[in-house]
């Protein structure tokens, strides 16, 4: 019954408690959906409207949209994980077999975390290579594609702490190996080791450092740099839209009228 | 029985904003923007709809892919006992066969090192904007400059013995040549598509093919003592 629930919504719309929250007022009208953007906190790092050609999948193939969903996704289960694990050794790794076998939905709730992390990784590297490929990295969008580069060392770095911290094998070995090369850096490398590691090799001040790493530093800095990615946008015109590229038969610059034909 | 009311009250904070058009004209002339409307679509709800519909597509895929696979997780770390081979998370592996080939200094500070340094400075490289394939201009000399520093960089990877990222370069450098004597009007869409590719578009691809043929050779090849394995062989 649609009808009905359009209506409902339509009277929620209409309280006094939801006017008090959402400063845009009620209506469908294009000022309205303008404000909705405009007088919201979070939604107006975007901007009110965009170039329609930029909402077709072939334009930037939502790689950027699918990488920000995986962070939410991670988020929302990351906090879930930390109600069941201590970052402490032995315990994590019984945590972690405990989430597996006694945890209802422990199972599953670490494998979404687990291939949402790698999909992250994929994506940012994705995204990375469409936007170049597109050119979109020009003049004036520069040094948003600077905060990028950070984005993914940081996405890459919030990888990498988590994979210490179900203190398995594979965990163990996987940051012996890496932070093994950080003492190869000339003349600081051992002093960088060990304040990474809290020590000579990977022990119960690693994980613990690991961990603060992995759950508060880099989330929040990944947020931080992400606020600043989708401002630039906006304050960059928007997407990027390639017209005047040499040698782009894909895509021309479209008069209007041609446009709207096509829609 | 409500009793009857003769007016109706209504709290808002929905203010009607009158957007006004400010013109200013100046005496100087300025080059002329090339005015033609482009479509425009409201962010909300267009745009956002549409992007929960895709990250919804994306959490249905993530869902159903750990509903089926289960991540991995074994015996409790032993500082004691190493696994041979010792691997790191797949998007280092890349790093991990370099460091096998070239002493650490090399394969795990410099070479990302220039890695993060290159991706950075790439928007503010000013042969980008032109973005006019690499052969169009000059290109006898382009040809000759691209032809020494590729087979430079062949023997520098063949005296190392670094065959994994030698063969993907080769390639690379076979399609350069082709690119040399390709025309943007030659017949094969192939051929025109290469010779309009700026140089900007040869550093970046080489990279991206490297990137996939290490990560996957270190992934799925690479066995005890960083031998090389067959993954269905095991
Ligand atoms: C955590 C990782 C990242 C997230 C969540 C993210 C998110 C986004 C989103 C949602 C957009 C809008 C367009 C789209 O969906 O593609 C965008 C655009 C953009 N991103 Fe990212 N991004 C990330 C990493 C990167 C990286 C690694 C780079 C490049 C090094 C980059 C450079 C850019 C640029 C230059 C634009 C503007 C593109 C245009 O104007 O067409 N971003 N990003």
Redesign the pocket.
Known sequence: MPNRLETYFARLERTRVWKSIFRSGTGSSTLHNALAIQQNLFLHLFSTKVRKRMVSLSA?W????L??GT?FILVGTGVVLMLYYHPSVPQAYSDVKDLRFVVSSGLFLRNLHRWSAHAMVFL?FA??F??FY?G??RAP?EF??VV??I??L??LLLSYTGYLLPWDQLAFWAITVGTNISSAVPLVGDKIRFLLLGGHQVNANALLRFYVLHTVILPLS?VLF?AV??WR?RK?GG??VRQSEPGNAENPAQPASEEKKQS | MTPPRDFTAEVGSDMRVSQRRVLFVTRRTSSQVRAYEEERVQTFPEVLIRALLAVECLFLGLVLMSLFFNAPLEGIANPTNTPNPAKAPWYFLGLQEMLHYFPPVVAGVIIPGLLVVS?IVIPYFDINIEAQGLFLKNRTQRLRWSMILSVALIVFLAVFDVYVALVPTAIVALFLLLAAFSSPQSPSRFRSYLAQRPVSWWIMTWFLFQLIVLTAVGTFFRGPGWSWVLPWRS
């Open positions: 930037t939502y790689l950027g949209t990488t920000l962070f940012a995204h990375m469409r936007v597109r979109a990295y969008r948003n594609w990028g580069v984005l993914l940081v996405t990944a992400l990615h989708f946008i960059d997407l990027y | 991706l």
